[in-house]
């Protein structure tokens, strides 16, 4: 109800003050005046361990006197994946459909065209100092020959502990004990690390490259043709140890292979790669089971089979 003041002045008095009557305030149930309070921001989802978006590796092609670039190799062309910590994605392809360019691009060793890696919500190309030091760590690698990647003249103590001696994880003191346990952990007996590559068999020395690459306590290893090069026997051991060793360690792999038959074993997810692209990619059972693309059911046709 409005309140109004009288003014034996008339109406128009510009003293005339108009009063509202205040307005009681609404209760709700219970009886207390509601506040308003700002809702809880839900609290956001970690970034995925990796995270490839659009990558182009290209290599130009050089042609004339002046060496004018004609061309490009796209040896990896618009491929995007993500990885969450602990997983193992299977990247599977013929011999130069850019499964290596693409791991050499993640790992810094090749320079991209375009795209973007990152790696635990960082990004992979912008990395300097401390930053990358770090990311040399906890990324690691086992390529597919293990002789050419072994320095023969270091004994496989200074090959296990070099790394570890970098970044400080151990004294010098400390080396031959942290060995021991690196050459246990690979199914190698400890008196191996003073010997040197030329004394083991491909199967050992490629568990030497498995012990140095978790050396450094890495988040993901990337297995380049790992296996490629053993025989079945051995190549079934050293599957079986990965797996171990992932359990272990809580482990992601990417696992880069041309024999889709391997990826069966070690796989929760599955990328086909064909020409520099995926074509195909989802759950390992699902890819292998009931495959979409004519190059993946080639691919699986292709896997040898006994009696058949």
Not at 34 to 58: I, M
Not at 70 to 82: D, L, R
Not at 172 to 181: F, G, I, R, T, V
Not at 264 to 286: Q, S, Y
């Amino acid at each position: 109800m409005a309140v109004q003041q009288t003014n034996p002045f008339g109406n128009k008095d510009p003293r005339i003050i108009t009063l509202k009557a205040p307005v009681a305030p609404t209760l709700p149930v219970g009886g207390t005046v509601a506040q308003d309070v700002p809702a809880a921001e839900a609290p956001s989802a970690p970034p995925p361990l990796v995270e490839v978006k659009d990558l182009c590796t290209w290599f130009p092609i050089k042609k004339g006197i002046f060496a004018r670039t004609a061309g490009y190799v796209k040896a990896v062309n618009g491929v995007s994946f993500t990885m969450e910590a602990g997983e193992t994605l299977g990247v599977v392809g013929e011999s130069g459909c850019g499964k290596s360019t693409l791991s050499r691009t993640i790992l810094r060793l090749e320079k991209p065209h375009s795209g973007s890696v990152h790696f635990m919500g960082q990004d992979v190309f912008a990395l300097k100092g401390k930053d990358l030091l770090q990311y040399r760590r906890d990324l690691q690698v086992v390529f597919q020959d293990p002789h050419a990647t072994l320095n023969p003249r270091h004994s496989i103590l200074d090959i296990l502990t070099e790394g570890m001696l970098v970044h400080d994880l151990i004294k010098p003191k400390e080396a031959q004990d942290a060995a021991a346990e690196l050459l246990r952990d690979v199914g190698l007996q400890p008196d191996a690390m003073f010997r040197y590559p030329h004394a083991f068999s491909g199967g050992q020395r490629q568990r030497i490259c498995i012990a140095r690459a978790i050396a450094l306590k890495p988040k993901m290893i990337i297995c380049d043709e790992a296996v490629s090069a053993l025989d079945l026997s051995i190549r079934a051991q050293v599957l079986n140890l990965l797996m171990e060793l992932k359990d272990k360690y809580h482990l992601a792999y990417l696992f880069i292979t041309h024999d889709i038959g391997v990826v069966e074993h070690i796989a929760d997810n599955i990328i086909v790669m064909f020409k520099g692209e995926i074509v195909e990619r989802g759950p390992a059972e699902k890819v292998l089971l009931h495959p979409e693309e004519p190059y993946t059911k080639r691919l699986i046709a292709a896997v040898p089979r006994v009696g058949a």
